[in-house]
């Protein structure tokens, strides 16, 4: 059940829902915070139903999306500055989170329909495919917002660590600002996709000569990395001020030396998501350029084999669900 719409809230009906990693860390309470029952997604694609008196931006009948938040505070400093991600008061997570009025869990997209607040639906773009569009909202969006904070474009070296659910999109993105995109990888098999997605370079990690040769080398590396790893071997190959920006791991990482950051005033950076206009910009961005994330349409009776897929990276890249199948 979701709740009776408020002046200020849009109901949707969800037609396509990404898979996201955080959905299998979430039902399997891998970070001991999942409120049970849970309903998971907050990649949503889907159709307007209803609005709430006080709604202007939206109507019933137009293609909206709605990503990882449905709320927050909307007055801290943060939030002010389009970073609602990083709201002082804590955002509202689109599922297990609760609702800021009345304390109700939030529940996500694996789901007939959703409600949120109008200030967190996003217009989906005229000639963006809906059925792909989804995984925009979580790995498009985590990996736009570094890039362009830290202004990925022409004349800029980009580096991607990893290439994964968030690491193919990082590489379509960086590649559509038109920045040299080089692929850092363990695997000499995926060279011919990283390719394909669009890198100039490929870097084999584990081949010694190669990440000596590219030391000092780039001026933003997005680590997509999803597991506790040793970056050191990473900052080595930022450039003088560069920034390598990790995006994957929610973990503790290893210690470093101060020494890697210090010779070249480098910066160890960290970055979730990105705010609502932002997300919309995203959008746009896609839009007009044509980038959409590699999927997989599955049936929700399919889900628990693609969370089994999921932890053997057996997808490329990412699953999406077609949220009709609920109706089987």
Same mark, same amino acid.
């Given at each position: ?260 950051? +210090?010779?070249?005033?480098? @910066?160890? %950076?960290?970055?979730? #998501?990105?705010?609502?206009? /932002?997300?919309? =910009?995203?959008? &746009? ?6 980038? +959409?994330?590699?999927?997989? @349409?599955? %049936?929700?009776?399919? #889900?628990?084999?693609?969370? /089994?897929?999921? =932890?053997?990276? &057996? ?14």
């Amino acid at each position: 059940m979701r709740r009776e719409l408020r002046s200020n809230d849009v109901a949707v009906r969800i037609n396509y829902c990404g898979v996201c990693h955080s959905d299998l860390h979430q039902t399997r309470n891998d970070w001991h915070n999942t409120v049970f029952p849970c309903v998971p997604g907050h990649e949503i694609v889907g159709e307007v139903t209803d609005v709430g008196s006080a709604v202007t931006k939206f109507k019933p009948g137009e293609l909206v999306a709605i990503g990882c938040l449905v709320d927050s505070c909307l007055k801290c400093p943060r939030c002010e500055k389009g970073m609602e991600q990083f709201c002082e008061e804590y955002p509202t997570p689109t599922y297990n989170g609760r609702d800021r009025l009345t304390g109700e869990l939030t529940n996500g997209g694996y789901s007939e329909t959703i409600v949120s607040r109008e200030e967190f639906v996003l217009r989906l773009p005229e000639g963006l495919d809906p059925e792909r569009a989804g995984p925009l909202l979580c790995a498009g969006i985590t990996t736009w917002s570094p890039l362009r904070h830290w202004n990925a474009g022409p004349g800029k070296r980009v580096a991607i660590a990893g290439l994964g659910g968030l690491g193919h999109m990082a590489v379509k993105l960086a590649v559509a600002l038109g920045a040299n995109v080089t692929v850092i990888t363990t695997s000499p098999a995926k060279v011919a996709d990283a390719i394909a997605l669009g890198a100039h370079e490929v870097l084999v990690s584990t081949d010694a000569d190669a990440m000596a040769k590219a030391k000092n080398r780039f001026d933003i590396l997005i680590d997509t990395i999803p597991v506790s790893h040793d970056v050191t071997p990473y900052l080595s190959l930022t450039a003088l001020e560069g920034a390598m920006v990790i995006v994957g791991a929610i973990d503790m990482l290893p210690a470093i030396h101060t020494g890697s950051l +210090l010779m070249g005033r480098k @910066t160890l %950076a960290g970055s979730i #998501i990105g705010g609502i206009a /932002e997300t919309q =910009e995203l959008l &746009d961005f896609c839009a007009a350029k044509g980038v +959409l994330p590699d999927c997989e @349409t599955i %049936a929700i009776q399919d #889900i628990n084999q693609a969370f /089994e897929r999921m =932890e053997r990276s &057996d997808v490329k890249y990412r699953f999406v669900i077609d949220m009709s199948t609920l109706a089987d």
